[in-house]
């Protein structure tokens, strides 16, 4: 018998360049010695699938409504007309939805769940911690080829629990650079500063901004509070340590996808009540502000959208081990009874994604507190689309939207 919990993660490598390909490949295989993956049927997959992708076929199923797993195909009358470069412009409008139902699932993200499906790979909830932080290993690849920025620094800081890595990336250009503080998503569990390079780097060049990638404590060795813990101690290091990176401290956000997002919601809240340091700006993607997991959305989208219910159950239960910490606000932000006086947000969600309604509700509490909001719900996407850039156009549009908004509120007078 086959043990496949690294199927996942032939997908996600296959999902780019051969020379990205090859890359994850050797990454894995390094740490696989003796795993019991067929390294033969891992093989075939990977020349599958990255022939399909490279040869751009991928497209063309796209446009055919095609799919490169025999097993699975869909008619072209159940996705109907797809939504693209729609955004919510302003605070807390939604984007127009078509009458008499929600939107259709995106083509590419249905693409990319329909060979997941295909692959029969167990969920991460059945998985141990070590398997899941394995098949974490290639997400890395859903975010394209690298971008070249102007300079990547590694630093270890001297944190809440001992070293504390963070990696810093210039773009190009004359600083002082404004600061993005960006805390990575794998539901506190799993993900790591080399997961998000990619992203980090896109982020670097379409703000115009210097980003320090956190790489705070993972749950379960470190439960709640020390990721927050790490998460704040970083900040507190960019806004004191600024010059030394070419970095502008008057001039700090703070972004995070998912549990990241929690984070970065967390750090601002803190800030505020600690009267330190100064946040200019939130950029939260999808993210986790609420423990209770009983919202419509996850009802909706319990199942068969990536990320699932039980999922989130599982990464909570490892996170947040005593129960009364459940409700803390640094916990679940959403539960904070005072949402007044924190930076102006913009607080991105997806549609098919069980936590699309606590970002949202999040959203509005901050803004009927008086906390300026942009909320911009992507119709058709699942969660995880904002990392999934080279395979979901709609993922390299909200980083540019993202960046867009950056670069404003970095061009902003600070009033206070």
């Given at each position: ?16 360049t051969?020379a990205?390909?090859?890359?994850i490949k050797a990454?894995i ?6 795993s019991?993956?067929?390294k033969?049927i891992y093989?075939q997959?990977i020349?599958?699938i990255a022939g399909?992708?490279?040869?751009g076929?991928?497209?063309e199923?796209?446009e055919d409504r095609?799919w490169?797993h ?5 008619d072209k009358?159940v996705?109907g007309?797809?939504?693209?470069d ?8 939604r984007?127009?939805?078509?009458p ?5 699932l995106d083509l590419?993200a249905r693409a ?14 059945e998985?141990?911690v070590?398997?899941a932080?394995?098949?974490?290993v290639a997400?890395?690849a859903?975010q ?9 620094e590694d630093?270890?800081l001297s944190?809440p629990?001992?070293d504390?890595p963070v990696r810093?990336?210039m ?17 506190w ?17 379409a703000?115009g901004?210097?980003?320090v990638?956190v790489d705070y404590?993972l749950?379960?060795e470190?439960?709640?509070p020390?990721?927050?813990?790490d998460a704040?101690?970083?900040t507190l290091?960019a ?5 030394s990176?070419?970095g502008?401290p ?5 972004c995070?996808d998912?549990?990241g ?7 601002a809240q803190?800030a505020?009540?600690r009267?330190e340091?100064?946040i200019r700006?939130q950029l939260l993607i999808?993210p986790v502000t609420d ?5 419509p959305?996850?009802?909706?989208n319990?199942?068969?959208y ?5 999922a989130?159950?599982w990464f909570?239960?490892h996170?947040v ?5 459940r409700?803390?606000?640094y916990a679940?932000p959403?539960r904070?009874?005072n949402?007044a ?10 549609e098919y ?6 970002g949202e ?6 803004r009927?507190a ?15 689309f904002?990392?999934?850039g080279a395979?979901i156009d709609?993922?390299r549009i909200?980083?540019?939207q993202?960046?867009?908004a950056l670069r404003t ?8």
């Amino acid at each position: 018998m086959i043990k496949r919990t690294l199927t996942f993660v032939v997908l996600l490598a296959a999902l780019n360049t051969n020379a990205q390909t090859q890359s994850i490949k050797a990454t894995i295989d390094a740490g696989q010695a003796g795993s019991p993956i067929s390294k033969r049927i891992y093989g075939q997959f990977i020349e599958h699938i990255a022939g399909i992708i490279n040869t751009g076929i991928w497209a063309e199923m796209l446009e055919d409504r095609k799919w490169p797993h025999p097993r699975h195909s869909l008619d072209k009358n159940v996705i109907g007309r797809q939504q693209r470069d729609t955004l919510i412009c302003s605070s807390l409008h939604r984007t127009k939805r078509i009458p008499g139902g929600d939107m259709a699932l995106d083509l590419q993200a249905r693409a990319i769940l329909d060979q997941m499906a295909g692959m029969g790979n167990p969920p991460v909830n059945e998985l141990s911690v070590s398997e899941a932080r394995q098949g974490s290993v290639a997400m890395a690849a859903m975010q394209g080829p690298p971008e070249p920025v102007a300079g990547v620094e590694d630093r270890k800081l001297s944190g809440p629990g001992g070293d504390l890595p963070v990696r810093i990336y210039m773009p190009f250009g004359e600083g002082p650079f404004a600061v993005l503080m960006y805390f990575h998503g794998g539901g506190w569990v799993i993900g790591d500063i080399e997961s998000s390079d990619g992203l980090c780097r896109s982020l670097a060049n379409a703000a115009g901004c210097i980003v320090v990638s956190v790489d705070y404590r993972l749950a379960p060795e470190h439960p709640f509070p020390a990721a927050v813990d790490d998460a704040f101690h970083a900040t507190l290091w960019a806004a004191a340590n600024a010059s030394s990176f070419g970095g502008d401290p008057l001039r700090i956000a703070v972004c995070g996808d998912s549990a990241g997002g929690n984070l970065a919601a967390v750090v601002a809240q803190i800030a505020r009540d600690r009267g330190e340091p100064a946040i200019r700006f939130q950029l939260l993607i999808y993210p986790v502000t609420d423990a209770a997991c009983d919202t419509p959305s996850y009802s909706e989208n319990a199942e068969g959208y990536f990320l699932t219910r039980e999922a989130m159950h599982w990464f909570w239960n490892h996170y947040v081990q005593k129960e009364a910490d459940r409700s803390h606000p640094y916990a679940s932000p959403l539960r904070a009874g005072n949402l007044a006086d924190l930076p102006a947000a913009l607080v991105i969600t997806a549609e098919y994604d069980p936590l699309r309604d606590e970002g949202e509700r999040y959203a509005e509490r901050m803004r009927a507190a008086g906390t300026p909001v942009q909320l911009r719900r992507f119709d058709g996407m699942i969660h995880g689309f904002f990392t999934m850039g080279a395979v979901i156009d709609q993922g390299r549009i909200a980083i540019q939207q993202s960046a867009a908004a950056l670069r404003t509120a970095f061009e902003l007078r600070q009033t206070k």
